[in-house]
C-alpha cells in the first residue's frame, strides 16, 4: 500500500489503527519476515509463562522458610 502512494494515515486507517501503533510496530517488527515475528511471539508468550512460575516457585520457597523458622 504504501508503495503505491498511500500514506502511512491512509495505510494505518484501513488496518483500524493508530499512526502510532505503526510506527511502534515497525520499530519492533521493521525487517522481519512473518514467520520471525510469529517466532517471537511465541517466545515472548514462553517466556512469560515461565516467569510465572519462577515467582511462584519463589512464593513457595518463602512460605516454607518462614513455616520452618517457626517450628524452631
Do not use: C, H, P
Request: hydrophobic share 40%.
Amino acid at each position: 500500500m504504501l508503495n503505491k502512494g498511500a500514506t502511512v494515515a491512509e495505510v494505518a486507517r484501513s488496518f483500524g489503527i493508530t499512526e502510532t501503533t505503526w510506527y511502534r510496530w515497525k520499530n519492533t517488527y521493521g525487517g522481519m519476515k512473518a514467520t520471525d515475528a510469529k517466532r517471537l511471539k511465541e517466545l515472548e508468550t514462553e517466556n512469560k509463562r515461565l516467569k510465572k512460575i519462577v515467582a511462584d516457585q519463589a512464593l513457595d520457597i518463602d512460605m516454607l522458610g518462614e513455616i520452618a523458622s517457626g517450628n524452631r
